[in-house]
């Protein structure tokens, strides 16, 4: 018997040192793995940088709200005239906020708008007047996505322009500036 016994305990050691061995070794795979699959190594994070005070600047932007109040206010001015119109809002940096196609606007009025926005923000000053500094400088047209024609007027904060609006589609510059006023007064209004 005791032979028997000796042959178990061989056979246990051999079996329990095997299933140590294949534990160990399945171990180093499972960190191997577990090490790979973690999350990459983080790369160096770039060093936060604070600048002055005096590097920096802070301004003022039209609301959504306040560049369609805006719009709308120019769009029903030109209505009660029956003018078919196009009202444009630009921000600071000439992107669009705000368009009202009003009924019955001719398409060209579309671009026509923005443009005069544009202008009259870039410039600080309603597009009539400056389409009389062409005349001492007229290769001020040439400048991409601007249009020297009346019909746009520029909203400002204190003294910095904040905002454009452009009208365009009225059978004159004028009218189109007329309302294009009419909008930048409904936001002096507080509306």
Do not use: C
Request: charge should be positive; glycine fraction near 10%.
């Amino acid at each position: 018997m005791q032979h028997k016994a000796r042959k178990f305990s061989a056979r246990v050691k051999v079996v329990a040192t095997a299933a140590a061995a294949l534990a160990a070794v399945g171990a180093g795979v499972a960190g191997a793995v577990s090490a790979s699959a973690g999350t990459p190594a983080a790369a160096p994070a770039a060093a936060v940088t604070s600048v002055r005070a005096k590097a920096t600047t802070t301004s003022t932007h039209l609301t959504v709200d306040a560049a369609t109040d805006a719009a709308e206010a120019a769009l029903k001015a030109a209505r009660k005239e029956g003018q078919r119109v196009t009202v444009a809002v630009v921000d600071r940096n000439g992107n669009t906020l705000v368009t009202l196609r009003g009924d019955g606007a001719g398409p060209q009025s579309y671009d026509s708008a923005i443009k005069k926005a544009y202008t009259a923000v870039s410039w600080n000053a309603p597009t009539s007047q400056l389409v009389e500094r062409l005349a001492s400088a007229p290769t001020l047209k040439d400048i991409p996505g601007t249009l020297f024609l009346a019909g746009g007027a520029p909203v400002a904060h204190g003294e910095a322009p904040i905002a454009g609006i452009g009208v365009a589609g009225a059978p004159s510059g004028d009218l189109d500036e007329k309302f294009a006023r009419a909008g930048v007064a409904a936001l002096g209004d507080g509306r």
